[in-house]
């Protein structure tokens, strides 16, 4: 036995298959129906809207505690 480490095979670059975001999005929509697909991203796109929403509304309250009198304030601009 040698004393040398193992060496890991180069990879095959004719078998590996590149994962994206567009492939990986295509394999789960391949399990759905369109009608399904579209009710998901709705319910995404809300979820999302409502938590921009309310970090927003988080951020004027916390900037209306502090006695900061615009939103350029808030931003840091002023």
């Known amino acids: 036995m040698s004393n040398q ?4 095979l180069p990879p095959n670059p004719s078998s590996r298959f590149p994962v994206t ?3 990986l ?3 789960f929509t ?3 129906t369109p009608h399904e697909e579209r009710s998901i991203s709705r319910v995404a796109f809300f979820r999302f ?3 921009l ?7 004027f309250a916390a900037a209306r505690g502090r006695g900061m009198k615009g939103s350029a304030s808030l931003l ?3």
Request: net charge positive.
């Open 53 to 59: 929403l309310s970090c927003v509304c988080i951020s």
């Open 25 to 27: 999005r295509s394999i």
């Open 49 to 51: 809207t409502g938590f």
């Open 5 to 8: 480490p193992l060496q890991p």
């Open 76 to 78: 840091g601009v002023v």
């Open 30 to 32: 391949s399990s759905r």
């Open 21 to 23: 975001p567009a492939v």
